[in-house]
């Protein structure tokens, strides 16, 4: 068993209540919107686009929360929030180099639910579902309501495969969203990664913080941590609009538990593809308390290329962000390259150009075809 003494000041940590009794809780979370008349009502969708819009949502997931409806300017087509939820027919062309698991979760899955690609840290799928289905989501061909979580058998084996690697120093928790477990059942998880000695490290990744921000409790965030292990939490968030008041009280109430915070963003056409939208998002994140992490470049997900950009204009956009903002706020711009082999930062050392489009350095110094 892991030694459960604190450390000075740690009790107040795990205790933030005293610190925010006059503070209002978050209000009970709202329904989102699932369906093409839905968002008909919200004026998102017209009734000539409806039918080519079911279409889309018979393939993929649709889910808008009320936080973000609340952020979208109906009278705006190109709105940056609408972009990323509200569904678009041109999520039905496909481009060949595109795949239904464009990482290759699947070859590094020895268990269900876990992923193992990295050595010293695996991730776990508690859930398939979110409250807001991304239009750009890598995973859109595994999440959805009605999937599969996380549960008695196979989460036993899960924990049992961690168990018994003393080599996994991270666990990364993901899905779908996992804070869209209950506080109970996120406490029980933690606790018992928390029980695995070589376990220092449990991450979060997730919208909610920004989506869904009601759903971030006093309980939830105390269910974050436990004796023994550090919790961490990537909130990812694309435009500087989605930091709306409540979001940042969802911030707040982590960080004041003493939860350390860092951002993911994913580079997106039409959403944040200018320099003055990302400074804007990454010196966001700053004043929030939270460490810009990661940038991603859109992954070869089905439906996703009016998404992507030229690997070179994301470079342009760093070289922007490198020139202009302070090194707190510089995420490193990153691609999964297809085949789950490895994560690329995509700066000059990594990427180069040849006659058949660019090559990616991994590292052990091996050279990997991408078209994308």
Request: aromatic share 6%; glycine share 8%.
């Amino acid at each position: 068993m892991k030694n459960s003494t604190r450390r000075h000041g740690e009790q107040a940590a795990l205790a933030p209540q005293a610190k925010t009794k006059a503070r209002p809780q978050p209000v009970q979370a709202e329904a989102s919107s699932t369906k093409i008349v839905d968002l008909q009502a919200h004026g998102l969708v017209t009734s000539q686009a409806a039918a080519g819009l079911e279409a889309v949502a018979e393939r993929y997931a649709v889910a808008v929360t009320p936080t973000m409806l609340g952020l979208i300017d109906s009278a705006d087509p190109q709105d940056p929030i609408r972009a990323q939820f509200v569904p678009s027919v041109l999520e039905l062309q496909q481009s060949p180099e595109e795949s239904a698991d464009p990482i290759d979760d699947a070859a590094f899955t020895p268990v269900p639910g876990l992923v193992h690609r990295y050595e010293d840290r695996v991730l776990l799928k508690v859930l398939s579902v979110c409250p807001v289905y991304c239009r750009f989501c890598f995973r859109r061909e595994m999440v959805g309501p009605g999937g599969e979580a996380l549960v008695g058998e196979n989460l036993d084996q899960a924990l049992e495969y961690i168990r018994v690697r003393p080599q996994i120093f991270e666990v990364i928790l993901t899905g779908g969203d996992p804070f869209m477990l209950s506080a109970r059942r996120a406490g029980e998880l933690v606790q018992a990664l928390a029980a695995i000695d070589h376990v220092k490290v449990v991450r979060w990744h997730t919208r909610v913080p920004v989506v869904a921000p009601e759903r971030v409790t006093d309980d939830f965030v105390s269910a974050l941590r436990a004796d023994g292990v550090a919790t961490w939490v990537a909130i990812h968030a694309n435009h500087p609009r989605e930091f709306s008041p409540a979001a940042r009280e969802a911030i707040g109430r982590m960080r004041e538990a003493g939860v350390s915070l860092v951002s993911q963003s994913v580079l997106l056409r039409g959403v944040n593809d200018r320099l003055e939208v990302l400074q804007d998002l990454m010196r966001g994140f700053v004043a929030l308390g939270v460490k810009p992490y990661y940038l991603h470049h859109p992954d070869l997900a089905p439906g996703t290329g009016h998404f992507r950009l030229p690997i070179a204009e994301g470079q342009d956009l760093m070289t922007g962000l490198r020139r202009t903002l302070t090194g707190l706020a510089q995420p490193t711009y990153v691609l999964d390259v297809p085949g789950g082999a490895f994560k690329a930062p995509l700066d000059p050392t990594y990427v180069r150009e040849t006659d058949g489009g660019l090559q990616l350095l991994d590292g052990t110094g091996l050279w990997h075809d991408y078209k994308g």
